[in-house]
């Protein structure tokens, strides 16, 4: 568990899966990964929980906790990554009220924005 003055961030547990299940059905969540909105069964959830609760050495997956609640989810992947140190962070905050907020919303970033994910020139390498 990695633990920051508003969030928590810890592997998913079996009651996360309703929320998720909740998250599952708002139509604009879907537009953040460029799918179609579409009804998602409750086995969807139980679904994407047990990918996340199984080991994986190329994925560390987490759980987004604020306030005591389960507000989306986040992973770090290609952590084989053969070229060295690089890897890859996904984050999904599902819960409203807190999209739009932190780091990258203070510095301009939107929905949609990859720029921050990209290198900048005064990355260390």
Same mark, same amino acid.
């Given at each position: 568990? @990695?633990?920051?003055? /508003?969030? &928590? &961030?810890?592997?998913?547990?079996?009651?996360?899966?309703?929320?998720?299940?909740?998250?599952?059905?708002? !139509?604009? &969540?879907? $537009? @953040?990964? %460029?799918?179609? !909105?579409?009804? %998602?069964? &409750?086995? %969807?959830?139980? $679904?994407?929980?047990? %990918? +996340?609760?199984?080991?994986?050495?190329?994925?560390? !997956?987490?759980? *987004?906790?604020?306030?005591?609640?389960? *507000?989306?989810?986040?992973? @770090?992947?290609?952590? /084989?990554?053969?070229?060295?140190?690089?890897?890859?962070?996904?984050? +999904?905050?599902?819960?409203?009220?807190?999209?739009?907020?932190? +780091?990258? $919303? +203070?510095?301009?970033?939107?929905?949609?924005?990859?720029?921050?994910?990209?290198?900048?020139?005064?990355?260390?390498?």
């Amino acid at each position: 568990m @990695l633990k920051g003055k /508003k969030v &928590l &961030l810890r592997p998913m547990k079996q009651e996360d899966i309703v929320r998720q299940h909740e998250f599952n059905q708002d !139509p604009e &969540l879907y $537009a @953040l990964d %460029s799918t179609y !909105p579409r009804v %998602s069964p &409750l086995e %969807s959830a139980q $679904a994407f929980y047990e %990918s +996340r609760a199984k080991f994986d050495e190329n994925i560390a !997956p987490f759980a *987004i906790e604020a306030e005591g609640k389960y *507000i989306g989810y986040c992973s @770090l992947m290609d952590l /084989k990554n053969r070229h060295g140190a690089r890897f890859v962070a996904y984050v +999904r905050l599902c819960e409203r009220r807190y999209q739009h907020v932190g +780091r990258c $919303a +203070r510095n301009g970033f939107k929905r949609g924005d990859h720029s921050a994910a990209e290198p900048q020139p005064n990355d260390k390498q």
